[in-house]
């Protein structure tokens, strides 16, 4: 995730709606939106805002076949080849018996696949820094849209008013 820099405009909404019926108003109008800030998630933003859909299921059930996949090689492996055990006059490769290590093992992989995607999509990590706030309000109970100044062609005060009309209450810029 890069740093910040440069000049934002910032509108602050009241209500989540207003927020979201105005990204696609603002979207028509050629203003290019940064991000929007919000205390709760609103169902449909994403949409609005142009991202794509997640993969990230994929990738979840992609870690947990490799989990199950090295629980059972691991387990046949070392019971059932290189040490054969007979436990109870069992077969040494008894399916069965390998059921809960490996629902375990593809738990455990999936969910630390997730986190390690979570993080490497969202360019988290050592040496990142977040984006600083815009206004300490949008973790309480305001909503804040932020808009780059220098990736839009239209002029300030053509996007402070297209955000006054959408229904901003307040609109003011930030400098990073």
């Not at 602050?12 to 203003?31: E, F, N, S, W």
Request: hydrophobic share 45%; glycine share 10%.
């Amino acid at each position: 995730m890069a740093e910040l820099s440069g000049k934002y405009l910032v509108g602050v909404y009241d209500d989540d709606d207003t927020v979201l019926h105005a990204v696609p108003k603002l979207r028509k109008a050629g203003v290019k939106i940064k991000e929007v800030y919000s205390p709760f998630p609103i169902h449909g933003l994403d949409e609005a805002l142009g991202h794509p859909r997640t993969r990230i299921g994929i990738a979840a059930f992609m870690f947990g076949v490799t989990g199950c996949c090295v629980a059972l090689t691991l387990m046949i492996w070392t019971m059932g080849i290189d040490w054969p055990m007979i436990v109870g006059g069992k077969d040494p490769i008894s399916i069965p018996n390998y059921i809960p290590i490996t629902f375990e093992l593809t738990v455990l992989f999936t969910a630390f696949g997730m986190v390690t995607t979570f993080f490497i999509s969202n360019g988290l990590g050592p040496g990142t820094h977040f984006h600083p706030r815009f206004d300490v309000r949008s973790t309480d109970n305001k909503f804040v849209m932020a808009i780059d100044l220098g990736r839009n062609s239209m002029s300030e005060d053509e996007i402070s008013r297209a955000l006054k009309d959408s229904g901003a209450e307040e609109v003011n810029i930030k400098q990073f």
